[in-house]
């Protein structure tokens, strides 16, 4: 438990900090990869490159600092950063590592304004909120590891099929390596995957929804392909160029809280736009298999049909349900994009409603979904890369 003083200290300069959050992450990334340059084995460069951990990092600690006194408030958005964290094999060895480097940070911008009782507070608070993920991501790791095939960490899988959906997209099948069972998931998690590159000094890892219904036979992910310059697709470009069925890759166990709720019978509707339609499948699949009377509407953009994937998989699973809706619209041709009117006219609003895509997707989505008097707790959405002001929100 934090001691008063430590509190009433926390909260009363979480504000300044703030302020400084972007100068304090930023030198805390710089001097933490000095002294542990093996965490850039765990770290997303692109995200680095491009500053959106330093403020997805800030925007965490002062908003669990403000409620250094209720840390129960905030346990969801602690549940949300925990299964980002689990799935990339966050130890709480690590723990410490942070609050050295962050704290030596702060010591750094604010110079002689952090005085000792300052330091020593923050210190005492960050062991407090550290302990808070720790023991969430402890639950977490036990949960993964305990079903049927479970592990914790990374395991060994094997390329079993690589499939062409569209001309970006190509699926990845998954079996573990060790012949050991395939778990079960969620529809609408993630895993991540770890690939050593040619050329690249670190490891690297991305996260991809999978994207077909849990089975026992593997895993899929499918993947963009992204461009070959742009630093954040280089996990991309690899798997399409260089991995090939029979290559081993590295995954951490499915992970993730955008998930379909199975106990549900109430209509849903799937939202999509480009690679966003990935968790869509598994979440479509699932109700196939488990809920097929249950009435759904898939509405999907694409640019064009070269790169509309999945079409003939979702028009069978249709088939095999009561009351289905598809509708798919193609910017390029003159469909325009979804709009509050597609919307309107293929789903109902009086079940909840499943959106992925690019950001500005997400956005007009959301909006529009809003517009039309669906109520937050319908709406359910994954943002690719650092959630940013999500958690803000959330907490
Ligand atoms: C991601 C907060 C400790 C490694 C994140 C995100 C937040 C966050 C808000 C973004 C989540 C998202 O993308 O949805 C925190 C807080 C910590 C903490 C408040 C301490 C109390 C750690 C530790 C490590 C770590 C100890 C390991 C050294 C990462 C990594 C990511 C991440 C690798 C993914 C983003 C990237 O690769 O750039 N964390 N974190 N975090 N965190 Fe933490």
Not at 73 to 85: M, T
Not at 227 to 256: F, M, Q, R
Not at 298 to 311: V, W
Not at 316 to 327: C, G, I, Q, R
Request: net charge negative; aromatic share 8%.
């Amino acid at each position: 438990m934090l001691s008063q003083k430590s509190m009433d200290i926390v909260k009363s300069t979480a504000p300044v900090l703030e302020v400084h959050g972007v100068a304090i992450t930023t030198a805390f990334y710089k001097n933490l990869f000095v002294a542990h340059p093996e965490l850039l084995n765990i770290f997303n460069h692109a995200n680095q490159a491009k500053g959106r951990q330093q403020t997805a990092l800030a925007n965490a600690v002062y908003a669990a600092a403000v409620h250094i006194d209720n840390l129960a408030a905030i346990i969801p958005a602690v549940k949300q950063i925990g299964q980002k964290h689990v799935s990339l094999g966050i130890k709480p060895e690590h723990y410490p590592i942070v609050g050295e480097h962050l704290l030596g940070a702060i010591k750094e911008v604010l110079g002689d304004a952090a005085t000792d009782d300052i330091i020593n507070a923050w210190a005492e608070a960050y062991g407090v909120i550290a302990d808070a993920f720790i023991g969430i991501e402890e639950e977490m790791y036990v949960a993964a590891e305990s079903k049927e095939g479970g592990w914790r960490f990374f395991k060994d899988f094997v390329i079993a099929d690589k499939v062409k959906e569209s001309d970006n997209i190509t699926s990845f099948y998954l079996k573990p390596a060790d012949g050991s069972a395939v778990p079960t998931f969620e529809p609408g998690q993630f895993i991540t995957i770890r690939v050593s590159i040619p050329g690249e000094k670190y490891l690297m890892n991305r996260q991809y929804s999978l994207s077909k219904a849990a089975d026992t036979e593997s895993f899929r992910i499918s993947v963009k392909k992204e461009d070959e310059n742009d630093p954040e697709g280089k996990v991309s470009v690899h798997l399409h160029n260089n991995v090939n069925v029979g290559d081993i890759v590295e995954l951490t166990a499915p992970a993730g809280e955008f998930i379909l709720d199975p106990e549900k019978t109430t209509p849903v509707t799937f939202l999509s736009g480009g690679v966003g339609i990935t968790p869509m499948m598994s979440m479509l699949e699932t109700v196939a298999k488990q809920q097929p009377n249950r009435p759904v509407s898939f509405i999907y953009s694409a640019r064009n049909e070269s790169l509309h994937p999945f079409d003939h998989d979702i028009r069978s699973l249709m088939e095999t349900m009561e009351d289905a809706k598809y509708v798919t619209l193609y910017s390029d041709s003159g469909d325009g994009f979804i709009s509050k009117d597609v919307i309107k006219e293929h789903s109902r609003n009086d079940g909840d409603v499943y959106v992925c895509g690019p950001v500005g997707f997400m956005e007009a989505m959301i909006n529009h979904l809003l517009d039309l008097g669906y109520a937050n707790e319908q709406i359910h959405y994954e943002f690719f890369g650092p959630a940013l002001q999500l958690e803000l929100v959330q907490v």
